[in-house]
């Protein structure tokens, strides 16, 4: 079991930046991957991106590809995802999650962060 732990989140203007943080204690495994989710009050939880511990392959959702970028330091045993040209839209509780690669669904993550929250104002 592994315990996740996002931070970085905050309040920022419509095209800034911000850098999420997630902290992960425990062990990982190598063929698994981490990922970040995001949901807004009445959505659905949504994809962002994914990055394999092992070779660093990614993957990320149409809706921010371009402006976010996912990274990680293994010997940390912590991922980031920077977050550029933010947008209104942007706002939700963003999270972090560990599960296999080549997933973009929430249900095949299996280890979940308690969230951070992002607000973008226009």
């Known amino acids: 079991q592994v315990q996740l732990v996002e931070s970085g989140g905050g309040l920022v203007q419509a095209g800034g930046s911000l850098r999420l943080s997630c902290a992960a204690s425990?062990?990982?495994?190598?063929?698994?991957?981490m990922a970040w989710f995001r949901q807004a009050p009445g959505k659905e939880r949504e994809f962002l991106a994914s990055?394999?511990?092992?070779?660093?392959?990614?993957r990320y959702g149409d809706s921010v590809k371009g402006r976010f970028t996912i990274s990680r330091d293994n010997a940390k045993n912590t991922v980031y995802l920077q977050m550029n040209s933010l947008k209104p839209e942007d706002t939700a509780l963003y999270y972090c999650a560990r599960g296999v690669y080549g997933s973009t669904h929430s249900s095949d993550f299996g280890s979940w962060g308690p969230g951070t929250q992002v607000t973008v104002s226009s």
């Open positions: 425990g062990r990982t495994f190598g063929s698994s991957a």
């Open positions: 990055i394999t511990w092992t070779g660093g392959s990614t």
